[in-house]
């Protein structure tokens, strides 16, 4: 890895399946890791350090800006607006009929695969490079990718772009859901987002319906075909490795897809309201609810079990409730024992017979906030006459 004062002031960071990245805050980039994925970017360091170089001079006016990773490179963008790659060659390497489109004007880059990546242009254009086999070669639709393009993701092999108008364009590997021709009338219009899991893509429309393509996208099974007739109004959907979970507008959830993350069976009790966001890993899902409450599902050795977290937050609620208790029976006991002290303090003097007029009985009172004690005294005839009040 990089000496430890490489690691200062830094702004981004992402990884590969072998390296790391990271941007600092004068612009400079740090790497380190598998040299095949990513972790050496000593063919490119020239371009991503900030200072001057005769050779490079015009691309150092600024610097980076935002960095991504798939399995096994990196892409830098700049602030100039160009990209600057490194990593194996089979998930970065750049064309010459590319590299040009990656000179300027880029205004977004991502990872739309494991071995690919894509580059939004001012104009709304894209520019992928990478595997073809993964996403990398967008030339079949390319006609369909010159403006408009506002998202981009992408499953193992397969890429989809959501257009401005809300159609959307895919291609790449057909069984991970390059092909969407099944459901290509359902996609020219009215798409708001694309989200999408290793083999599948969903694409969420204005009305809240879902649409669902790729390999093992739809439910197959009897139970799985029911769950179909419940995505509707649906506001927020979330990819795993192998399944998928969609948010309503009621804050329930349906799950469908493998057996890690797509059976939530064991908690759905816990599912049917509230929930305001969920998050996949590859096995697992994580939900979170309106009152700060996680539930889980999936692998248990992925994520899928939250439960000693859960007990540990509430053992945490628990001694924070006791605490308030005692305290609040702490304040009671102490009203009780001034208010003993009180009375047989009244008792003795009744006994006594002295009541003077300048001779007061002192009266304890305790609120919530802070102690107070009341000063005052009874005449002969047992009539208050108040003196004063003072906090202690």
């Known amino acids: 890895h990089p000496p430890l004062q490489h690691l ?8 590969t399946a072998g390296a790391f990245a990271v941007i600092k805050d004068n612009g400079g980039v740090a790497t380190w890791g598998h040299p095949d994925m990513g972790g ?4 490119v360091a ?19 800006v935002q ?23 089979f998930s970065s390497g750049i064309s010459s009929v590319i590299a040009p489109l990656l000179a300027k004007d880029v205004v977004h880059i991502c990872a739309t695969s494991v071995n690919a990546f894509a580059a939004i242009k001012a104009n709304g254009s894209l520019v992928t490079w990478g595997s073809q086999f993964f996403g990398g070669d967008s030339s079949k639709v390319a006609p369909l990718l010159t403006e408009g393009v506002v998202q981009v993701c992408g499953t193992n092999g397969a890429c989809a772009a959501l257009l401005a108008n809300g159609s959307v364009v895919t291609w790449g590997n057909d069984e991970e859901g390059g092909d969407s021709s099944k459901v290509a009338t ?4 009215g798409v708001v987002e694309v989200y999408s899991n290793y083999y599948a893509f969903v694409a969420l429309k204005a009305d809240g319906s879902v649409v669902t393509w790729g390999c093992d996208a739809c439910p197959r099974s009897a139970d799985e075909r029911a769950v179909a007739t419940l995505l509707s109004d649906v506001v927020q959907v979330c990819g795993s490795g192998g399944a998928f979970a969609a948010i309503k507008s ?37 939900a979170i609810k309106a009152d700060g409450s996680v539930v889980s599902w ?19 609620n628990l001694k ?10 702490h304040r009671m006991a102490d009203k009780m024992f001034v208010l003993k002290v009180s009375m047989q303090k009244l008792r003795g003097q009744i006994r006594a017979g002295n009541w003077e007029e300048d001779t007061p009985t002192a009266y304890y009172a305790y609120t919530d906030t802070f102690p107070l004690q009341e000063h005052f005294r009874l005449d002969a005839c047992g009539v208050r006459h108040d003196h004063r009040t003072t906090f202690f």
């Open 8 to 15: 200062g002031g830094v702004v981004q960071g992402c990884g």
């Open 40 to 43: 050496d970017s000593s063919s």
């Open 46 to 64: 020239e371009l991503l350090m900030t200072g001057d170089s005769t050779t490079v001079a015009t691309l150092l006016a600024e610097g980076v």
């Open 67 to 89: 960095v991504c990773g798939n399995t096994g490179a990196f892409a830098a963008r700049k602030s100039s607006g160009s990209v600057v790659t490194w990593g194996d060659t």
């Open 186 to 189: 359902l996609l020219t219009e």
């Open 250 to 286: 009621g804050g329930s959830v349906v799950t469908w897809g493998d057996d890690w993350g797509g059976d939530s069976s064991e908690v759905a009790a816990l599912l049917t309201e509230g929930v305001v966001q969920i998050c996949g890993g590859e096995m697992a899902f994580a």
């Open 298 to 316: 999936g692998d248990s050795r992925y994520g899928g079990d939250s439960s000693a977290f859960t007990m540990a937050t509430a053992m945490k």
């Open 320 to 329: 924070a409730r006791l605490k308030r208790k005692a305290a609040k029976l």
